[in-house]
């Protein structure tokens, strides 16, 4: 991998497992702490941080929504969204 980490923002636990196997790939990896889904204004705000990925839930779906509502410049980083089933 580059230099330059690939930043990835996960909304919910997806397992240990799965977050190691993309530690030891790389990724620099920040995972929300709760079980309920982030406030809304966390995830754009880390979207226009400049985040290359996001893992969210689909009862985070609406956040998607918003991503595409954003300037094309705000969400220019984001490269992929993976949306698992909790």
Do not use: H, N, W
């Not at 996001?54 to 094309?72: A, E, G, P, W």
């Amino acid at each position: 991998m580059p230099d330059q980490k690939f930043r990835v923002f996960a909304t919910c636990d997806i397992g240990d497992a799965a977050f190691q196997r993309l530690r030891e790939l790389g990724y620099e990896l920040e995972v929300y702490p709760g079980p309920e889904a982030p406030p809304k204004s966390l995830v754009l705000d880390q979207v226009r941080s400049g985040i290359d990925g996001l893992i969210t839930t689909f009862r985070s779906l609406l956040f998607l929504v918003d991503l595409k509502s954003l300037r094309r410049d705000d969400r220019a980083g984001v490269r992929i969204v993976i949306v698992v089933d909790s």
